[in-house]
């Protein structure tokens, strides 16, 4: 069974430092993974789908990067900014035809100002 | 944008009460899912529905659970007779072709007294 862990579980950086969250996962096997943002209370919004054929993908001030056969990815925001707090959630998908999406418990960030 | 809708926000219902959650998903997808996240933990899987059927579901979908496509619009997951542990936020989402990237709701709160 897929089991996916986030570290650190939370962290507080000042504005303007870079944010480093890892996701690690217990089978390589994969298809893709997705990381999303979590608001306190709120749905999952989308930031990046990274497929196991790529090693990394932008958008904007985020990149992710994914080692695959050592079951890791790892989100960067570079600069971060206080509206940059929010629950990093790291989901893996185990097959093309598969959305049984297993996620990890989150890295919970406060960017404090 | 388009956008994955839920309502209710929030649902306060008694324990042995059914419930009917609704979803609108995004207009041209044709995969529909269904997840829940109880509070501090990870969010898990229920249900995944395409052309009409159920094409996988979770441990936890048993047959107090159901979902329906009752229009060509709405997406819904009743459940028959609720218990305590319902209690959760559950998701919607949906996505164009499978391995594609998930677009999530903002939830529905449901809280089983």
């Known amino acids: 069974k897929q089991e996916v862990t986030q570290i650190p579980a939370a962290l507080s950086v000042p504005e303007g430092e870079n944010l480093v969250l890892n996701c690690s996962f217990t089978?390589?096997?994969?298809?893709?993974l997705q990381w999303f943002r979590q608001d306190p209370g709120k749905g999952l919004t989308s930031l990046l789908l990274?497929?196991?054929?790529?090693r990394e993908q932008t958008s904007g001030r985020l990149n992710a990067s994914l080692d695959k056969s050592s079951g890791r990815s790892t989100l960067y925001i570079a600069a971060s900014q206080p509206g940059d707090s929010a629950t990093y959630l790291c989901a893996v998908r185990p097959g093309r035809g598969n959305n049984r999406l297993a996620f990890g418990k989150g890295n919970q960030v406060v960017v404090i100002p | 944008e388009p956008e994955v809708t839920q309502t209710p926000s929030h649902q306060v219902t008694q324990m042995g009460q059914e419930v009917i959650l609704r979803c609108v998903p995004i207009s041209n997808h044709l995969y529909f899912y269904w997840y829940r996240q109880i509070l501090g933990q990870k969010v898990e899987f229920l249900v995944s529905?395409?052309?009409?059927?159920?094409?996988?579901k979770s441990e936890i979908f048993d047959d107090q659970f159901s979902v329906e496509r009752p229009d060509g619009s709405n997406f819904t997951l009743k459940i028959r007779s609720t218990k305590l542990e319902d209690s959760a936020m559950y998701f919607c989402a949906s996505s164009n072709l499978p391995g594609l990237e998930l677009y999530f709701g903002p939830g529905t709160r449901l809280t089983v007294l």
């Open positions: 529905f395409y052309n009409n059927e159920i094409s996988e």
């Open positions: 990274i497929q196991s054929s790529q």
């Open positions: 089978d390589s096997a994969i298809y893709n």
